[in-house]
């Protein structure tokens, strides 16, 4: 009776230290509406130079590539030109998998400079008795492609042995297939191809050697310069190397590519939706700051603590807006509005404080002015809606129940906004 009582009172004082440490990393994080600043977010519809965007081909001629280049040089870092050589390599097909329903594939892509080789493997999944082409959702997975299913045969992904030990649970098969609803993607006339992150940059620190940004010309070549990408320019540029290769997958219609991403990939999603106009449709679930969220509201994530992540995901200039934010000369609904005309989702979760829900939804709704541009319509009110209640336009949104992670209810909602766009219908 002794050693339970001591093994309970360990176990409390573990809970009890854990909980205290939660606390003091979440020490001075706002989560009050009263304390969130007064602040101005940057005009939208006005060049740096003072011009009113009243056009569509306004905004595609000066607006647009002037918001791209601030972006580039202050938050994201600019994605080299350089072109680095990928080979696919098919390395297994299963015309059986989700019991007959898909037909998976697994490939290899090699990506070299000509000295240096590093590999990702993508895991496809296509519908079968679908006849003609299919749309995509191309989106990274963190545990690795084993994570989505308990099938043997899929392979773990290059880079995961470096980012955790032989005996760590991530490693266990089908430990994120909650997130991965496939057999509802694929029921619904949609493929799926996915790749772990870290094969295309390893989230973890000391493995930049490891990550495709060490294949370029430029790498560690002295200092590094205010506008030097880091993860998420990584992420970005992995993300359109996917969509490279699923342009020659017959069964692809690659006009109808969707780029869907959560949390730090919700962040990488939307830039490359901003700089690859290839995705059709832009999905942000749960991004947060340098994401959906607008950083002048300083709530939840800021920019102080996101650019203390190691390794980096923003460029070094973006350090200078750290308890700064009024000063970015950026927000985050310019960002969304780069995806205009094609549609864009946002959503949020309602106990997902840290994301900061509300500003995800206003910069949203601030940048529908670009899509009045275009004949399209942006969300309707500056209020939100009621929560489970998605509202679907040319821009969309919806805020559920929960915490931050990606649930049914989520893709079930991707899927009716992809099919209200793609399909001319609203049901999943």
């Keep these: 009776m002794q050693h339970c009582n001591i093994k309970s009172i360990t176990t409390l ?4 230290i854990t ?4 606390s003091i990393a979440q020490k001075g994080v706002n989560y009050d509406e009263t304390k969130v600043p ?4 940057p005009e939208l519809m006005q060049t740096t130079t003072g011009i009113p965007v009243t056009s569509a081909a306004q905004w595609e001629k000066l607006r647009r590539p002037e918001l791209l280049a601030l972006f580039a040089a202050k938050v994201y870092g600019r994605t080299p030109s350089e ?3 990928v080979n696919y390599a098919l390395l297994q097909e299963d015309k059986h998998a989700l019991h007959g329903k898909a037909t998976s594939r697994q490939v290899r892509l090699t990506f070299s400079n000509g000295q240096k080789q590093l590999e990702a493997l993508l895991l496809l ?3 079968n008795g679908v006849k003609g082409k299919v749309p995509v959702f191309v989106s990274y997975n963190f545990k690795g492609n084993h994570s989505l299913t308990t099938d043997t045969s899929i392979r773990y992904s290059y880079n995961f042995p470096l980012v955790r030990k032989p005996d760590h649970p991530d490693w266990q098969r089908g430990s994120q297939s909650g997130r991965w609803p496939v057999e509802k993607i694929i029921s619904n006339g949609y493929a799926l191809a996915t790749m772990c992150y870290h094969d295309i940059f390893p989230d973890a ?7 495709i940004v060490s294949l370029f010309a430029d790498y560690n070549k002295g200092p590094q310069q205010p506008d030097e990408w880091q993860a998420i320019g990584a992420w970005a540029w992995g993300s359109s190397r996917i969509a490279d290769y699923l342009e020659t997958v017959t069964e692809i219609d690659s006009r109808n590519m969707i780029i869907m991403g959560h949390s730090r990939q919700g962040k990488a999603a939307l830039w490359a939706g901003a700089q690859d106009k290839r995705f059709s449709i832009v999905i942000s679930n749960d991004s947060g700051a340098g994401g959906a969220a607008l950083s002048k509201r300083t709530f939840g994530e800021t920019i102080d603590i996101v650019t203390n992540i190691k390794p980096a995901w923003f460029c070094p200039a973006f350090d200078q807006f750290k308890n700064n934010e009024q000063e970015l000369p950026v927000d985050q609904h310019e960002l ?11 959503a949020s979760a309602k106990e997902d404080l840290w994301a900061d829900p509300k500003g995800e939804y206003l910069a949203a709704y601030f940048a529908g002015p670009v899509y009045t541009l275009y004949g399209l319509r942006g969300l309707p009110s500056k209020e939100p809606p009621l929560v489970n209640q998605p ?11 929960g915490v931050h992670d990606v649930t049914d209810f989520d893709w079930t909602a991707f899927i009716r906004f992809s099919n209200m766009h793609l399909k001319g219908n609203s049901k999943p």
């Design 13 to 16: 004082l573990l809970a009890i």
């Design 19 to 22: 909980g205290l440490s939660a």
């Design 38 to 41: 007064p602040y101005t977010l």
């Design 83 to 85: 072109k680095i050589h």
């Design 125 to 127: 999944y296509l519908p």
């Design 205 to 211: 620190p000391g493995l930049k050697d490891h990550s």
């Design 336 to 346: 969304i509005a780069l995806m205009a005309p094609r549609p864009v989702y946002i």
């Design 391 to 401: 509202a679907m336009y040319d821009v969309g949104y919806h805020i559920r129940t």
